[in-house]
């Protein structure tokens, strides 16, 4: 019954979504923040009867105020239904196997993996510094193993680690320009540099945002992209062979106004790092490593544990985390941060199981 694509298959595991009892849920690096309320606003007066119509497929309005806000014009920006849609058309569209192995760090976004299967594309892990910071080198120093392109998280996920500017200039000088790069910023507002500013001298770099993180707005699904207008055509060809990947109208619409308010931003994002430096050193003191976090999450452990431990442990006293059956990380816990209060009561926890 089912084709043999499929069969070959390993779905993704997405991190918990609980049903049955209320959690602390510092599992899926979501915002403890609610969104700007300007949204709120908006909504109350919004007239329903506009949701007759379908959206605008090109998203023009949205894509307008996102090239303002960056910098560049709309035929820079792509948007789709969550950074996740957008990534499988990236896969689509500019990697292919023929060409060789898609490149990615050792520890990275659990989804590359999924893709690659899905598309039938071979990838290699490169290793990471002992450190766990990426390692550019190795990255690039594939000779006699061509590749098709390289992708990685910006901060880095799981480990929170950022790559500074000066070392993605230096990869993007020495990796072949008809090879695309994606640099996934889904964490980059909390405290990372960002391309964006390479895109004008780069025609292979593409950019990937969310607004599911730093715009509170996980429950609307909205992500987009920046590169070139080669690369932003290429995304359009592969959305537009099917009609149902368009953003929804109200979707649309709230987007331009979470990303106008600066103000609400600015606030949210000073919140979250001050939290998550609290945070870090007060696990510190009771003798966790914690790796040094740019973005609205930390990867920690305690020596003599296993993540899967403090996972459980955790859950017993209502508070989810996230651990990964990975080898080189299973001693580690990926911890959301959320507000203080939320915060100060996981700390009394890990101060009385650990
Ligand atoms: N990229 C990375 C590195 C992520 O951690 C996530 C969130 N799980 C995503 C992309 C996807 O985000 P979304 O689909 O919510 O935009």
Redesign the pocket.
């Known amino acids: 019954m089912l084709s043999r694509r499929l069969m070959s298959l390993t779905p993704y595991v ?2 918990e979504q609980p049903r049955d009892r209320s959690y602390l849920k510092l599992n ?2 979501e915002s403890p923040y609610p969104p700007s309320p300007r949204i709120e606003a908006f909504l109350r007066s919004y007239d329903i009867s506009l949701l007759r119509l379908y959206p605008d497929p090109w998203s023009l309005s949205l894509r307008q105020t996102m090239a303002k806000k960056y910098g560049l014009t709309e035929d820079h920006i792509f948007v789709g239904n ?6 499988s058309f990236v896969w689509y569209a500019f990697f292919d196997g023929q060409y060789g192995r898609l490149l990615f760090p050792q520890y ?2 659990s ?1 590359y993996p999924v893709y690659c299967d899905y598309y039938d594309i071979s990838y290699r892990r490169i290793p990471v510094n002992p450190d766990f910071s990426l390692n550019v080198d190795a990255l690039i120093g594939n000779e006699g193993d061509p590749s098709c392109g390289i992708v990685f ?1 910006n901060p880095n ?2 480990t929170g680690i950022a790559l500074p500017l000066d070392k993605i200039r230096d990869l993007l000088e020495r990796y072949p320009q008809d090879r695309v790069v994606v640099i ?1 910023e ?2 980059i507002d909390f405290g990372g540099e960002s391309a964006v500013g390479l895109i004008s001298s780069h025609e292979n770099l593409l950019i ?1 945002r ?4 730093s715009f509170s707005l ?1 429950g609307l ?3 987009y992209a920046m590169g070139s207008p080669g690369l932003i055509r290429a995304l359009f060809i592969t959305k537009d062979s099917f009609n149902s990947y368009t953003v929804g109208r109200l979707t649309q619409a709230i987007g331009e106004i979470a990303l106008e308010d600066e103000d609400w931003f600015a606030d949210k994002i000073a919140r979250i790092i001050e939290v998550r430096t609290f945070f870090s050193a007060a696990l510190e003191e009771q003798n966790w490593q914690v790796l040094p976090s740019k973005a609205n999450f930390v990867f920690a452990r305690k020596p003599g544990e296993t993540g899967q431990r403090v996972y459980e442990r955790l859950k017993e006293r209502g508070i989810l985390v996230r651990y990964f059956n990975v080898e080189g990380i299973r001693d580690f816990v990926r911890i959301t941060i959320g507000t203080r209060e939320d915060m100060n009561r996981l700390l009394e926890e890990t101060k009385s199981l650990f």
């Open positions: 997405p991190g899926t690096n969550g950074s996740d849609e957008i990534l990275t976004y989804f998280p996920a799981p996934d889904a964490y990937v969310t607004c599911s993180k996980a699904r909205l992500g």
